[in-house]
């Protein structure tokens, strides 16, 4: 049931008036400032007069789970934690290494717990743990949307394209783009006891944490990316400062440091789109920048939510709109000039040094370039037997090795390589009316001679 235009209520259970606290279970925003969850949470407590318990877990099973991706949401732990603090708010975070770990930690916590607030997003392992809570929960769980600047909830289904989406965001932009007012939490228990395991993360024994966990050890940590709401915060001082103004230009350079390269913050909540967008739009630079950068992390990242939140089958090619499908059931048999084996594209062996480099970069930094990655998806179309073994394994990659990835972002972008938001284009072999990218004429538009050296350094 709806509660308004960013909470829903998963179950109909009542507030345990009896218990201790009111928990709010830390998914995906992890960060204290412009969080919708956390404010519903603080608000919840206040009006029950108890403390907040913010709980933030950590498995070693979810898919594609890593060194990476586990030392980059370590790297945010003990900041919230001194934030949580000085705000009296109880903050417990659970490092859960293998398979002898204690477990039922949410579980666990909801017994002495009123009332439990969750993140409401759209896609991966969020919404069937949604799922599972609102039936197993005792008491009453609401989740809360904090995915964008504008509530999931105002485009009530499936959105075409960008052109679709784009004349509602301006409809609705002025009243969301504002600054949101943080709650102050009435009862402040920073040290309430708790029945739940805890991890004390400090920066120095964040590698012998992720050392001991059960989990790929062979995807290093980004030397490049770190994560964090302070880490977040000082990239995006310089991208509006330095390269803002000159966004429109270099964002399509691969080789240049040209874009805002927000997506892994994005991704984990360590950074809100809101407080991004607003620092944007109060930059000194050229409107037509701000423009083209709004354009992107508002209209085409939210065009993504809207495709995870509506459509079922987001992690599949069923996702695709008639005419591809049309398209590809007439060209599935075309010969295949090349075809390469998920090891070999893992290993960036194929014949294209642009769609190796941009493999390498993805591998040792945890990114790949906006513009390369649009040419890395499609020539995987190419090179792949079938369309479906072309998106099993991009989705693969690019979960595995990007940090931003498992997002709406990843399954949107890798789909739009298979014409998902885009329209019919010239009829080629094995694309049919897919739009085409090749490296020959892509890699004419930048220096790709420096991006690739580049990627041979890393
Ligand atoms: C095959 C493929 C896979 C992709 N996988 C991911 C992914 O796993 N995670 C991810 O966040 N993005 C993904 N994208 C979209 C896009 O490539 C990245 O968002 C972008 O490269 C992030 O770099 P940036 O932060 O420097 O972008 P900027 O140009 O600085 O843009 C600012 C923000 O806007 C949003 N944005 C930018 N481009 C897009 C886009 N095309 N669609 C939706 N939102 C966008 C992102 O949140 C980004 O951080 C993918 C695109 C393709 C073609």
């Given at each position: 049931?709806?509660?308004?235009?960013?909470?829903?209520?998963?179950?109909?259970?009542?507030?345990?008036?009896?218990?201790?606290?009111?928990?709010?279970?830390?998914?995906?925003?992890?960060?204290?400032?412009?969080?919708?969850?956390?404010?519903?949470?603080?608000?919840?407590?206040?009006?029950?007069?108890?403390?907040?318990?913010?709980?933030?877990?950590?498995?070693?099973?979810?898919?594609?789970?890593?060194?990476?991706?586990?030392?980059?949401?370590?790297?945010?732990?003990?900041?919230?934690?001194?934030?949580?603090?000085?705000?009296?708010?109880?903050?417990?975070?659970?490092?859960?290494?293998?398979?002898?770990?204690?477990?039922?930690?949410?579980?666990?916590?909801?017994?002495?717990?009123?009332?439990?607030?969750?993140?409401?997003?759209?896609?991966?392992?969020?919404?069937?743990?949604?799922?599972?809570?609102?039936?197993?929960?005792?008491?009453?769980?609401?989740?809360?949307?904090?995915?964008?600047?504008?509530?999931?909830s105002k485009f009530d289904k499936e959105e075409y394209a960008a052109y679709t989406i784009r004349p509602k965001?301006?409809?609705?932009?002025?009243?969301?783009?504002?600054?949101?007012?943080?709650?102050?939490?009435?009862?402040?228990?920073?040290?309430?006891?708790?029945?739940?395991?805890?991890?004390?993360?400090?920066?120095?024994?964040?590698?012998?944490?992720?050392?001991?966990?059960?989990?790929?050890?062979?995807?290093?940590?980004?030397?490049?990316?770190?994560?964090?709401?302070?880490?977040?915060?000082?990239?995006?001082?310089?991208?509006?400062?330095?390269?803002?103004?000159?966004?429109?230009?270099?964002?399509?350079?691969?080789?240049?440091?040209?874009?805002?390269?927000?997506?892994?913050?994005?991704?984990f909540g360590f950074i809100s789109p809101l407080e991004i967008a607003l620092a944007v739009k109060d930059a000194?630079?050229?409107?037509?920048?701000?423009?083209?950068?709004?354009?992107?992390?508002?209209?085409?990242?939210?065009?993504?939510?809207?495709?995870?939140?509506?459509?079922?089958?987001?992690?599949?090619?069923?996702?695709?709109?008639?005419?591809?499908?049309?398209?590809?059931?007439?060209?599935?048999?075309?010969?295949?000039?090349?075809?390469?084996?998920?090891?070999?594209?893992?290993?960036?062996?194929?014949?294209?040094?642009?769609?190796?480099?941009?493999?390498?970069?993805?591998?040792?930094?945890?990114?790949?370039?906006?513009?390369?990655?649009?040419?890395?998806?499609?020539?995987?179309?190419?090179?792949?037997?079938?369309?479906?073994?072309?998106?099993?394994?991009?989705?693969?990659?690019?979960?595995?090795?990007?940090?931003?990835?498992?997002?709406?972002?990843?399954?949107?972008?890798?789909?739009?390589?298979?014409?998902?938001?885009?329209?019919?284009?010239?009829?080629?072999?094995?694309?049919?009316?897919?739009?085409?990218?090749?490296?020959?004429?892509?890699?004419?538009?930048?220096d790709s001679a420096k991006y690739i050296e580049w990627t041979k350094g890393l």
């Open positions: 049931m709806r509660i308004n235009e960013r909470v829903i209520q998963l179950n109909d259970k009542p507030v345990n008036e009896k218990a201790r606290y009111v928990l709010y279970w830390m998914q995906m925003f992890k960060r204290v400032e412009n969080n919708h969850a956390l404010i519903w949470a603080i608000r919840k407590a206040n009006e029950l007069k108890l403390p907040l318990v913010v709980y933030e877990g950590l498995k070693y099973y979810y898919p594609w789970a890593s060194d990476r991706l586990h030392t980059f949401i370590l790297e945010g732990v003990e900041e919230k934690r001194e934030h949580c603090d000085k705000l009296g708010i109880r903050y417990v975070f659970y490092l859960q290494e293998n398979d002898n770990s204690p477990k039922q930690t949410v579980a666990r916590l909801a017994k002495e717990a009123a009332f439990i607030v969750t993140d409401d997003y759209p896609c991966f392992i969020i919404p069937h743990h949604n799922e599972v809570m609102g039936k197993k929960a005792e008491i009453a769980v609401h989740a809360v949307d904090s995915c964008g600047v504008i509530p999931m965001i301006d409809k609705l932009l002025d009243r969301y783009l504002k600054p949101i007012e943080m709650e102050k939490v009435d009862v402040k228990k920073p040290n309430l006891d708790v029945d739940c395991p805890e991890t004390e993360v400090t920066a120095d024994n964040i590698a012998d944490l992720v050392a001991g966990c059960d989990i790929d050890h062979t995807v290093k940590p980004s030397p490049y990316y770190h994560g964090g709401t302070k880490n977040a915060r000082k990239r995006l001082k310089r991208f509006v400062e330095e390269i803002l103004p000159d966004y429109d230009a270099a964002r399509n350079k691969p080789e240049k440091d040209g874009s805002s390269r927000m997506s892994s913050w994005l991704h000194k630079a050229p409107q037509d920048a701000k423009d083209a950068y709004l354009e992107e992390l508002i209209v085409r990242r939210e065009l993504s939510f809207n495709m995870t939140r509506h459509n079922k089958n987001y992690d599949s090619l069923k996702a695709l709109p008639d005419w591809v499908h049309e398209t590809m059931r007439e060209h599935a048999d075309d010969e295949r000039e090349h075809i390469y084996d998920l090891e070999e594209l893992e290993n960036a062996q194929t014949h294209d040094e642009l769609w190796n480099a941009a493999q390498r970069e993805m591998v040792a930094t945890g990114e790949m370039h906006n513009y390369v990655r649009m040419l890395w998806g499609k020539n995987v179309i190419a090179w792949s037997p079938s369309y479906e073994i072309a998106f099993e394994t991009l989705v693969h990659l690019n979960n595995k090795y990007c940090l931003d990835g498992r997002d709406p972002n990843s399954y949107a972008g890798i789909l739009w390589c298979f014409g998902k938001h885009d329209r019919p284009w010239m009829e080629r072999d094995v694309f049919g009316k897919i739009r085409i990218m090749k490296s020959g004429s892509t890699g004419k538009k930048f």
